[in-house]
């Protein structure tokens, strides 16, 4: 069956980094656009950074220059590198897979088909 599994999360301190994993499988990784999202107590899921299956990417204005996003078809995996951190940064990241590639970070959130369970990023 369809999965997405995220992994990498924790506590970090202000200025520092982590690097966010995303495993799919069940389905063609390579075809699909992943996106990272992010959501904090109490507020909306929000889209954090963008890959399109060809290897184009987008970024929120609040992380540009901070975020990387990358994925590695062979391994079926997504990244997120994230460094530079700031507390306001902390919240819950989730992956999803759009196999449209029509959704965007801000738009579109009913075309993604698969979501992961989530992981945790505390920055203090």
């Known amino acids: 069956h369809v999965q997405l599994v995220e992994s990498g999360g924790g506590s970090v301190q202000t200025g520092g980094s982590l690097k966010l994993a995303c495993v799919g499988s069940?389905?063609?990784?390579?075809?699909?656009?992943m996106v990272w999202f992010r959501q904090a107590p109490g507020q909306e899921r929000v889209g954090v950074a963008r890959?399109?299956?060809?290897?184009?990417?987008t970024y929120a204005h609040s992380v540009q220059g901070r975020f990387t996003i990358s994925r590695d078809n062979a391994k079926n995996t997504l990244y997120l590198q994230m460094d530079s951190l700031k507390p306001e940064d902390s919240a819950v990241y989730y992956c999803a897979a759009d196999p449209s590639c029509l959704a965007g970070l801000d738009y579109g959130l009913g075309l993604y088909e698969y979501w992961g369970q989530g992981t945790q990023v505390t920055v203090s």
């Open positions: 890959i399109h299956r060809h290897g184009s990417t």
């Open positions: 069940g389905f063609i990784f390579s075809t699909y656009c």
